[in-house]
């Protein structure tokens, strides 16, 4: 088997790596590392942790790049999938512009019927950070009983429908692949982080309303059995998360668009049912997105949970070491 790689590893030698370098940018943006100076990334990892900074100004995510690599390399030594395209029907333009939507599979060999799940990493619709909210709650949703994927779905560049697109792709598609995937068709749930909630939060009520210009799966429901909606970007009226308004819509959007992709507008009775949760010591969206949201829900006599935990801060995933880490708990108990 082929050694993985260590803190003690540099990003130059995993980007060269040609058993893994193809497939990398399905789970590790480039974004993150795309500006590092050459000098930078011949460094060991443990030291680009300290000493380099992603153009956001956060510490390079190298723990996250080794999961991703990792898995890669396993996957692949292996003979497992380490990707599924999800438009395979496509031409031209259009199939250029979705040839990175894929599904990274995490399954479950002897499960049969197993209730599903797809996980939209968040990222500010500028990139999907698969490898802290995607890869280890993925893993433990399988610990669970689950059947997961992750969505690496169009971002920035890329504007709204697209996105939404490839969810209700993916959907349509683990539904039509159910009995090779060994997923319940009738218990699928799609889950989001951040930027990734607001674009689960939309197809939740807009699945009917996305176009699929193949209409290869028309005849296959794209409605969601279940959503969970992890510290998500819900409004873009109020409290709003800027950054991922202007991604997913464009610059200078009038309010009456903003407020047809506000999903707290979007809800109704038949919305279907939402767990959601949120950090009150949350600094980059506000809780009152998700309390909006639930709102929202309630006033629509939807099926609701809303859970508030004192610490965690945004990005959090798994919540360990803070008082979200329950959240995984909390979501089953309620579904």
């Known amino acids: 088997m082929s050694e993985l790689f260590t803190m003690n590893s540099s990003l130059y030698e995993i980007l ?3 058993r893994v370098n193809k497939k990398l940018h399905y789970l590790f943006s480039p974004l993150y590392y795309e500006n590092i100076r050459p000098f930078f990334q011949k460094l060991k990892l443990k030291h680009m942790i300290r000493l380099v ?3 956001w100004g956060r510490p390079f995510p190298a723990e996250g790049l080794l999961r991703c690599a990792n898995l890669i390399i396993s996957r692949r030594e292996a003979g497992e999938l380490v990707s599924i395209p999800v438009w395979k029907d ?5 199939a250029q512009a979705a040839e990175d939507v894929v599904l990274i599979p995490f399954l479950l060999k002897d499960k049969t019927k197993a209730p599903c799940v797809i996980i939209c990493a968040g990222g500010g619709y500028t990139r999907v950070a ?23 779905y169009r971002v920035y560049p890329h504007l709204y429908p697209q996105g939404e697109q490839d969810l209700v792709r993916a959907i349509r598609f683990v539904r039509a692949n159910h009995q090779k995937l060994g997923v319940d068709p009738e218990n699928v749930m799609i889950m989001g982080f951040s930027a990734g909630g607001h674009l689960c939060a939309c197809v939740g009520a807009l699945y ?10 028309d005849g296959i429901s794209a409605r ?12 873009f009226l109020e409290d709003s998360h800027e950054g991922s308004c202007i991604h997913h819509l464009g ?7 903003r407020r047809t992709l506000s999903a707290e507008m979007l809800t109704s009775k038949d919305y279907p049912k939402t767990f959601l949760w949120a950090c009150q010591d949350d600094d980059v969206v506000p809780v009152s997105n998700a309390v909006r949201m639930a709102d929202s829900l ?25 008082s979200a880490a329950v959240w995984l708990d909390d979501m089953e108990k309620f579904f």
Do not use: M, W
Not at 90 to 94: C, D, N
Not at 208 to 217: A, M, N, P, S
Not at 251 to 257: Q, W
Not at 306 to 317: A, F
């Open 208 to 217: 009917d309303h996305i176009e699929d210009q193949t209409h290869r799966y």
């Open 90 to 94: 496509l031409e031209g333009e259009a």
């Open 251 to 257: 610059e200078n959007v009038p309010e009456e668009r």
């Open 298 to 322: 309630k006033n629509k006599t939807a099926d609701h949970k809303l859970c508030l935990y004192p610490t965690g801060g945004h990005g959090v995933g798994l919540g360990e070491g803070t």
């Open 53 to 55: 900074k992603t153009s």
């Open 224 to 235: 969601p059995d279940k959503i969970c909606l992890s510290y998500p970007v819900i409004s």
């Open 130 to 152: 698969s490898h802290r909210e995607g890869i280890p709650v993925a893993e433990e949703l399988n610990r669970r009983g689950y059947q997961a994927f992750l969505l690496n």
């Open 16 to 18: 060269n790596n040609e």
